[in-house]
């Protein structure tokens, strides 16, 4: 078990209408570092509007995001980014007709902006990142595939790695094991623990299983508030979140 430390990611009184509607009401939530914190819920609950809000998607009507002690709020998406907050979607974004390699490149923020893509250059850095984090994910066997003809489970892992390029303290995964076979589940709750050794990790998930195998805590969203919080065997033993979701 780990032991709980400072929060790198804090958000307080969060909020959202669209037209009237709340979809997020009043949500509170606490990452602490190194930690992979889970987000469960009934479709409708809010989990990925709250995902929005984070990294700048849609605009918070009330509330705060603070990032290591840094309002991230009112900031824009790429600067949510470079700051240190990942964000993968449901659906994989890869560049299909590239290979595991030429992705992974691409996703290197040296080669951020005009002058960076005019002049980027292989250094030995950014190779050894490449063959690191193709490692990490389990591909360092497929550089020269291309994306398109890989799994749907590989895909999921690829565009993770995408992301870790980057280096962020903060990774938001919304349903990553979703359409992968039982295999592949095990090998990437093996994979988020491992991310999680270095950095904080919040997923939005419905596998139950998955969750008790990834999750340092669980927060159970309905109707765009906060249920309930803790381990996994106590959200799953609380009846109201039998009640609105696990007994559905």
Same mark, same amino acid.
């Given at each position: 078990m780990k032991i709980e430390n400072e929060n790198v990611l804090?958000?307080? /009184? *969060?909020?959202?209408?669209? /037209?009237?509607?709340? &979809?997020?009401d009043g949500f509170n939530f606490y990452l &602490?570092?190194?930690?992979?914190?889970v987000i469960i819920g009934p479709n409708g609950a809010g989990?990925?509007?709250?995902?929005? *809000?984070?990294?700048g998607k849609t605009k918070a009507t009330s509330g705060s995001v603070k990032f290591k002690g840094k309002e991230m709020r009112k900031q824009?998406?790429?600067?949510?980014?470079? &700051?240190?907050?990942?964000?993968?979607?449901?659906?994989?974004?890869?560049?299909?007709? *590239?290979?595991?390699?030429?992705?992974l490149e691409l996703s290197h923020p040296h080669g951020r902006g005009v002058f960076g893509c005019l002049f980027f250059r292989r250094t030995d850095e950014?190779?050894?990142?490449?063959?690191?984090?193709a490692q990490t994910i389990g591909l360092d066997g497929q550089m020269d595939t291309e994306a398109g003809i890989l799994s749907h489970g590989q895909k999921q892992w690829l565009e993770i790695g995408m992301l870790l390029m980057q280096d962020p303290e903060v990774i938001m995964l919304d349903e990553p094991v979703a359409g992968m076979s039982v295999k592949e589940r095990g090998e990437t709750a093996d994979l988020l623990r491992k991310i999680s050794k270095d950095r904080s990790v919040m997923v939005i998930e419905h596998d139950m299983e998955f969750v008790r195998?990834? &999750? /340092?805590?669980?927060?159970?969203?309905h109707m765009g508030k906060i249920l309930a919080e803790g381990s996994m065997d106590k959200v799953s033993?609380?009846?109201?979140?039998?009640e609105v979701y696990i007994g559905h």
């Open positions: 804090e958000v307080e /009184d *969060l909020g959202v209408s669209f /037209d009237g509607f709340k &979809a997020v &602490a570092k190194n930690h992979v914190h989990k990925t509007t709250v995902l929005d *809000l984070i990294c824009r998406e790429f600067k949510i980014v470079r &700051a240190g907050i990942g964000r993968k979607f449901q659906t994989p974004s890869t560049y299909e007709g *590239l290979t595991v390699f030429e992705n950014i190779m050894n990142r490449i063959q690191t984090v195998e990834i &999750a /340092d805590r669980v927060t159970v969203m033993a609380d009846p109201k979140v039998i």
